[in-house]
Structure formats: structure tokens, C-alpha cells
T-cell receptor, first 111, second 111 residues
Framework: QKEVEQNSGPLSVPEGAIASLNCTYSDRGSQSFFWYRQYSGKSPELIMFIYSNGDKEDGRFTAQLNKASQYVSLLIRDSQPSDSATYLC???????????FGQGTRLTINP | EAGVTQSPTHLIKTRGQQATLRCSPISGHTSVYWYQQALGLGLQFLLWYDEGEERNRGNFPPRFSGRQFPNYSSELNVNALELEDSALYLCAASERGETQYFGPGTRLLVL
């Protein structure tokens, strides 16, 4: 079992709808999670991070963490074509705080 | 404030050659992480440098090495290049233990 798992997609969502991206993890000791957005051919860009159980909102983005279920998600409201990208879920590991990434979910927003 | 920078943007080498990739972190960020993103393999942790020392390395052979300079910039060296080393190499910087911000990456092609 991979430490961080994501559905690779592709996930197709109509413009204006809510896009829901999911991530599960195997290490119950994981404390924090990061969502990065990566456009094709570009480097990952931080969207948001979450440490505590529950929801964290930032503009159109909401991250949700459920430590009991070992599940973290990212909701994108009012999806725009510019949201079309691969979304990476990551969690730091060990004293190095190296990021362990899921394989990413490719999201396409259809106009 | 300038972000993380990397050079060169693209690098073409042949098998057996050596490649040198460079990274300059955000001012005040002393930790530099190197990741490899090969096609179909996702983002893999390579190396972590902090305060001039190699602190941790991922599951990569010793021909992947590097260093960190007194100004916290870093260099990744890949010796005896193999075809499968073709990938996007990403540098990320952070204040120790904090959120990692990625540079634009160096795309290495080994022929």
C-alpha cells in the first residue's frame, strides 16, 4: 500500500461546479497535508495545507481532513477552466520533513 | 520577494555524462530539497540539505549527489547518466521544517 494515494483520474467537471479531489494515507502518525497544483510542464504550486481535523477554507478552495478515516480532500467551488491541472496531495515524513506525494489527480474543467 | 530559482531550465546529455543542476532558495530559507519527477513515477524525494550539510537522502544510487553552499544555494550532480534519469528535477526550499516552495524545475533529457 502506498503511503499517500490518489485517484489518478482524469476527473472531468463542468465549469461552475464543485470539483472534489480525494487522498488517503496509510500512516496514522501523519500530522499535516499539503495540496499542490501542477500545470502541465510546470512545477508544483502550493494551494493550501491542513493540520487539524475538519475543514479549512481559502477562497474557492476547502481542504478537509479526517484523521480517523485517514482521508484528506480538496474541494474547488465554482470551478474555472484555469483550475484544469494535476492536483498533488503530500505529507511530510520523518525528521527530514521530506514530502511524500500521491500520484496526483488530473482535473479537467469543461467550459 | 524572489521565489526559488533553478538553472538551467533544460539540459540535454548523453549516457555516461555528468549533469549539474543548480538551485537558489528564497531568502531566509536554509533548507533545500531535491525531488525527481519521472514520467509515470510521480514525485520522488532525492536529497535534503540544511545549513550546508546533507541531512537525508531518498532511495537513489550514490551517483546522485550534491552540496549546499554557504549562501544556501544548492547543486545536484548526477554522474554516469542513464536513460532513466530523464526527468523533471525539482528543487524546493523551506525554513527548516516548514512549508516547501518549489522552483520551476530543470528538465533533463538523457540520450
Amino acid at each position: 500500500q502506498k503511503e499517500v494515494e490518489q485517484n489518478s483520474g482524469p476527473l472531468s467537471v463542468p465549469e461552475g461546479a464543485i470539483a472534489s479531489l480525494n487522498c488517503t494515507y496509510s500512516d496514522r502518525g501523519s500530522q499535516s497535508f499539503f495540496w499542490y497544483r501542477q500545470y502541465s510542464g510546470k512545477s508544483p504550486e502550493l494551494i493550501m495545507f491542513i493540520y487539524s481535523n475538519g475543514d479549512k477554507e481559502d477562497g474557492r478552495f476547502t481542504a478537509q481532513l479526517n484523521k480517523a478515516s485517514q482521508y484528506v480532500s480538496l474541494l474547488i467551488r465554482d470551478s474555472q477552466p484555469s483550475d484544469s491541472a494535476t492536483y498533488l496531495c503530500a505529507s511530510p515524513r520523518g525528521s527530514a520533513q521530506k514530502l511524500v506525494f500521491g500520484q496526483g489527480t488530473r482535473l479537467t474543467i469543461n467550459p | 520577494e524572489a521565489g526559488v530559482t533553478q538553472s538551467p531550465t533544460h539540459l540535454i546529455k548523453t549516457r555516461g555524462q555528468q549533469a549539474t543542476l543548480r538551485c537558489s532558495p528564497i531568502s531566509g530559507h536554509t533548507s533545500v530539497y531535491w525531488y525527481q519527477q519521472a514520467l509515470g513515477l510521480g514525485l520522488q524525494f532525492l536529497l535534503w540539505y540544511d545549513e550546508g550539510e546533507e541531512r537525508n537522502r531518498g532511495n537513489f544510487p550514490p551517483r546522485f549527489s550534491g552540496r549546499q553552499f554557504p549562501n544556501y544555494s544548492s547543486e545536484l550532480n548526477v554522474n554516469a547518466l542513464e536513460l532513466e534519469d530523464s526527468a523533471l528535477y525539482l528543487c524546493a526550499a523551506s525554513e527548516r521544517g516548514e512549508t516547501q516552495y518549489f522552483g520551476p524545475g530543470t528538465r533533463l533529457l538523457v540520450l
